[in-house]
């Protein structure tokens, strides 16, 4: 009676250590990521960029998402635009299966970021001036984020992330259009308005990322 009391404590021990350690709560994650964007006040074009991650899973339905990255819009090629972002975002899994290999993970994701903006024309020659010159305005914003995503488990440990988000940006409006003057010639027009204003754009993100620790776990 003994030997089968011991091996039921030992395996009531094994089960209860088998669930801590496939519980994901604690785990940090690092990843890159590629970014893209299409800006209503640059013309409609799409920007292109790169950044980083670090991620923090809370509980099994929570996870934070802590990001940087730098974006390029070339504007129809008359002109430039670059953005930076960093900031953080919340994760929340709705559904019921967590991080299983060879599923894709369903969520809803918000967050808030801080955003720098500039915008400048190509070098063009300026005949009052008698030279070559670019024209470029600058902007500090803040701005807020909500959108939907899914990662898809390639193991336990490593994940493809895919996700689409709709941007409000809050500070200074920079506008890009691109013109056309008297003579026909096509030019970039930059203007910046002094009062804050609300400006949006939708955002999507492609990463990879791994999970290299989990402090929670005994």
Request: charged share 20%.
């Amino acid at each position: 009676m003994k030997k089968y009391l011991i091996c039921i404590c030992l395996l009531s021990a094994h089960i209860v250590y088998g669930q801590q350690t496939n519980s994901h709560k604690g785990e940090w994650s690092f990843g890159a990521r590629s970014v893209g964007s299409i800006f209503g006040s640059s013309d409609n074009c799409l920007g292109l960029g790169a950044g980083g991650q670090v991620r923090y899973r809370i509980d099994e339905h929570f996870n934070t998402e802590w990001f940087g990255d730098w974006m390029t819009t070339d504007i129809k090629g008359y002109g430039q635009r670059f953005d930076a972002h960093i900031g953080e975002s919340m994760m929340i899994y709705p559904g019921k299966r967590i991080r299983q290999v060879n599923r894709f993970t369903p969520f809803v994701i918000g967050g808030f970021c801080a955003d720098f903006t500039k915008a400048q024309t190509n070098l063009y020659y300026n005949a009052v001036q008698n030279g070559f010159v670019t024209e470029s305005k600058e902007r500090w914003s803040i701005a807020s984020q909500l959108g939907v995503g899914t990662h898809y488990n390639i193991t336990e440990k490593f994940d493809i992330s895919f996700n689409l988000q709709y941007d409000f940006h809050f500070g200074q409006d920079i506008n890009a259009q691109v013109q056309t003057n008297d003579a026909g010639v096509k030019y970039l027009q930059i203007q910046q308005k002094n009062e804050n204003a609300l400006e949006g754009h939708l955002f999507f993100t492609v990463s990879a990322n791994y999970v290299f620790a989990n402090f929670s776990r005994k």
